[in-house]
């Protein structure tokens, strides 16, 4: 059985949407099903083991400058991925925050991890906003960004839930938030809470560090 679980994100818990979402939860076999409840935090989840999910193998999205990338630039180094918005008001800055920590608790082996940071709004989230954004955390961050049509289509190929919430004649972006974690071979090991102590994250990225690049 699931965890018992509160909500995860902005907006209204008993929202009509959120509720479609809950039901569609429960129609998806376990292996999807683990990472949709992101939406919904559980009280006292920490990490999953998503070892052989096959998430991001294709990722093609443009960093700052325009260029394109993907994750099979970082082999080597433990990859921490995250889906969020700049004018995201608390979860967003506060993973990245995270990530700061995370990387100062490794001491030298931080220089082994790369932080990548994807838009769900592209529509506000320009290349230069995204620098400034993510520059504003740690000179090694880096943001991707696409088209909505890419956008949306990278988001359901990692399971995360995003949607536009009218706010005061703009718009907030509710989303799902886990931070994936691939290791040094490429291939996803771990989604993280973020919100957990920045010494748990550093721990299970410390074991991956560990263990290397070792054969699929």
Do not use: N
């Not at 409840?37 to 006292?44: F, I, Y």
């Not at 990722?59 to 700049?86: I, N, W, Y």
């Amino acid at each position: 059985a699931m965890p018992s679980v509160r909500p995860f994100t902005v907006g209204s818990p008993a929202s009509p949407a959120r509720r479609r979402v809950a039901r569609a939860a429960l129609a998806l076999p376990i292996t999807l099903l683990l990472p949709l409840a992101a939406c919904h935090q559980p009280t006292s989840f920490q990490s999953l083991d998503v070892s052989g999910a096959a998430w991001g193998k294709g990722l093609q999205l443009k960093d700052g400058v325009g260029r394109t990338r993907s994750l099979a630039e970082f082999r080597g180094q433990v990859v921490l991925l995250f889906f969020g918005f700049t004018q995201c008001p608390d979860i967003c800055p506060s993973a990245m925050t995270e990530a700061v920590e995370v990387l100062k608790l490794l001491g030298d082996d931080g220089t082994k991890v790369q932080v990548l940071f994807v838009s769900l709004d592209p529509e506000r989230d320009t290349p230069e906003i995204l620098q400034a954004f993510i520059g504003s955390f740690h000179p090694s961050f880096m943001a991707l960004r696409a088209d909505m049509e890419l956008t949306r289509k990278t988001a359901e190929h990692f399971k995360v839930f995003f949607r536009k919430v009218p706010l005061a004649g703009s718009y907030t972006i509710e989303h799902s938030a886990m931070v994936y974690v691939y290791d040094a071979q490429g291939r996803l090991r771990r989604a993280l809470r973020p919100g957990q102590p920045p010494p748990a994250q550093a721990a299970a990225i410390k074991a991956l560090l560990d263990a290397g690049v070792t054969p699929a």
